[in-house]
């Protein structure tokens, strides 16, 4: 009886095995659409589209189409798609489908018109590749587009990925949710690096090199948001962008809420390090903490109001202005920001010149310093940094 039910089994998995396996296809170089998008056509769940090192040529989209999912499309070492002139305006790739990856893979979009990399769907990554020239004057482009205007896009991820001297966006959301866009490499772009616009809501932006961006002013800054609440912008750099901020809530078609703006490196940039418009609408419920502003040519952060740029325009701090209390503190600490509204970054060293607590506070009137409120019994020495005003205050924390 044993040896018999071993048969079935044996049976039963030389008939399960083929099917469960996935297939991988190779595409030679030099290649055209046909015979990529054959392979592609061909691909079910879990296989593999390889293209092997040399050019592969598209003239209209490789196409995932809704209900082609889980395909990967992967590039050998030296493998590079490369768009040619077509009869109408459209990306080198289009993703519909769910759950599909490209990865290892180079892009070059030949300045040509629209992005590289269009996701409409939800799941699908983008990894390890280069996606560059994409877009041109004629027909604008970005180089991986997350496009949610007309279909559910969420979940989808960009990682380890090099994204340069596409014409406009580096990498673009819109009505993308969900999502992540992380330890990537976005620079020289014409526009932003990187937007996070209208509807685009709870993605993670994380760990990303934003470098010398907006280099044919077309855009709001390094990175741009607009109408999208609770995402997380933490430990990128944003730096040396051209003409602009390094990060901008732009608040055209509305605020921000809930975003979190944590541990970045915000400097060089040719204007503020961060700047919220309120020309229409405000952000509410915002977090920004830890984040280094150096060097920005306009200052570390401020408000746009319609009429004018609060923090470029307010009165200097007097004296009795920017005072913290009480002092000593058992437990809450209070900044007196004073009438005008302002934005202040709070630096507490200690005696021996060491940093240990710091946040970004604005507004107007008394605000609680939630970081310093923890420290431990002692005395320190409490930077007030605004754009108008450096004051420096001693503040003994006696629980």
């Known amino acids: 009886m044993k040896n018999c039910c071993a048969s079935l089994l044996l049976v039963f998995a030389l008939l399960a095995g083929p099917a469960g396996r996935a297939t991988t296809f190779y595409q030679s170089a030099p290649s055209t659409n046909s015979a990529f998008q054959g392979l592609v056509d061909q691909a079910q769940a879990g296989d593999v589209v390889v293209l092997r090192a040399g050019s592969h040529y598209v003239n209209t989209p490789i196409r995932l189409p ?97 994204v340069y001297y596409n014409y406009m966006v580096g990498v673009s959301q819109y009505a993308h949710s969900d999502g992540t866009v992380r330890d990537n490499q976005i620079y020289e772009n014409g526009a932003e690096g990187l937007t996070v616009d209208i509807r685009s809501h709870n993605n993670l932006i994380a760990n990303n090199y934003i470098h010398l961006n907006n280099t044919g002013d077309r855009g709001v800054g390094g990175v741009g948001t607009d109408d999208a609440n609770g995402n997380r912008f933490d430990g990128n750099t944003i730096d040396f962008t051209h003409f602009r901020s390094g990060l901008t809530f732009q608040n055209n078609i509305g605020g921000c809420d809930g975003v979190s703006v944590t541990n970045n490196h915000i400097n060089n940039n040719d204007g503020y390090g961060i700047l919220e418009r309120f020309v229409q609408y405000a952000d509410t419920h915002m977090t920004f903490a830890n984040n280094e502003l150096l060097n920005n040519k306009l200052g570390g952060q401020a408000i746009m109001y319609a009429d004018r740029t609060t923090l ?39 005696l021996r010149g060491r940093l240990v607590r710091q946040q970004t506070v604005r507004g107007t009137g008394a605000v609680a310093l939630d970081q310093v409120r ?14 108008t005003a450096v004051v420096t205050r001693k503040l003994v924390v006696a629980h």
């Open 66 to 162: 809704a209900g082609k999912d889980g395909i990967i499309i992967r590039g050998e070492s030296g493998a590079v798609v490369r768009k040619s002139p077509n009869s109408y305006n459209a990306a080198a790739f289009e993703i519909t489908g769910n759950g599909n990856t490209i990865d290892l893979l180079e892009l070059d979009g030949g300045n040509l018109p629209e992005a590289g990399i269009i996701i409409y769907s939800q799941h699908n990554t983008v990894s390890n590749s280069l996606v560059h020239n994409c877009g041109s004057a004629t027909a604008l482009g970005a180089g991986i587009l997350l496009d949610g205007g007309h279909t559910v896009c969420a979940f989808n991820t960009v990682i380890g990925c090099k």
């Open 312 to 350: 470029g325009t307010a009165p200097p701090a007097t004296a009795g202005a920017l005072a913290l209390y009480p002092n000593p503190a058992r437990e809450a600490v209070t900044l007196d920001l004073g009438a005008a509204p302002v934005v202040a970054e709070v630096a507490v060293h200690d």
């Open 374 to 387: 923890t420290l431990p019994n002692g005395a320190y020495l409490v930077t007030i940094t605004t754009p």
